[in-house]
């Protein structure tokens, strides 16, 4: 969260002409639900057996997917994944996100915290998902990095003419 998935991924869609989707999105509209009323209700579990359907359910070809920061963290998810296109990690500091999200009322896994608690709870959702992130074909760091920057590095990484 927080890394620019939204902005990036809509940007680098437009540039590609590829159609963009935002997992979290489809999640609510296939629900009818908001994703904190999903983890009010259901739990983590229950947002993560939604995520995996939604993850099941993409296209494999010519669209831009931006995925909820925990979509990978399971490997079962990694493997449906790779199947379906190319993974790059948006990388960003814990003082980053912070600074871009602020109070974070509407993030389920850092509502009610204040601003030292929200970097604590980010630095550890960082590290427990660190190994799966590092699974990711190509990694942009975006702590000084604007959306077009980003979504630019995005090109040159997967190569001239080469879809995502």
């Known amino acids: 969260m927080g890394s620019g998935k939204s902005r990036v991924g809509r940007a680098l869609a437009k540039r590609l002409g590829f159609r ?3 997992s979290d999105a489809e999640i609510e509209k296939t629900a009818e639900l908001s994703i904190a009323e ?3 209700r259901e739990g983590e579990a229950g947002f993560r057996k ?3 359907a939604a993850l099941e359910a993409l296209p494999t070809r010519r669209c831009v997917v931006a995925l ?5 963290a399971s490997a079962e998810n990694r ?6 296109g190319r993974l790059v990690w948006l990388d960003a500091r814990p003082e980053t996100i912070v600074e871009r999200i602020g109070a974070a009322a509407e993030r389920p896994l850092l509502a009610g915290l204040d601003r ?3 970097l604590a709870k980010l630095a550890e959702l960082r590290e427990a998902r660190l190994a799966a992130y590092a699974t990711a074909e190509i990694r942009i760091e975006t702590d ?3 959306a077009d920057e980003v979504c630019a590095a995005i090109v040159d990484a997967l190569g001239a003419g080469a879809a995502p």
């Not at 909820?68 to 990978?72: D, M, N, T």
């Not at 493997?79 to 379906?84: A, G, P």
């Open 116 to 118: 030292g608690g929200r």
């Open 50 to 52: 939604r995520e995996r």
């Open 144 to 146: 000084a990095l604007g």
């Open 79 to 84: 493997l449906v994944l790779r199947e379906k």
């Open 68 to 72: 909820g920061g925990g979509a990978v």
């Open 20 to 22: 963009f989707i935002d």
């Open 38 to 40: 999903i983890f009010a």
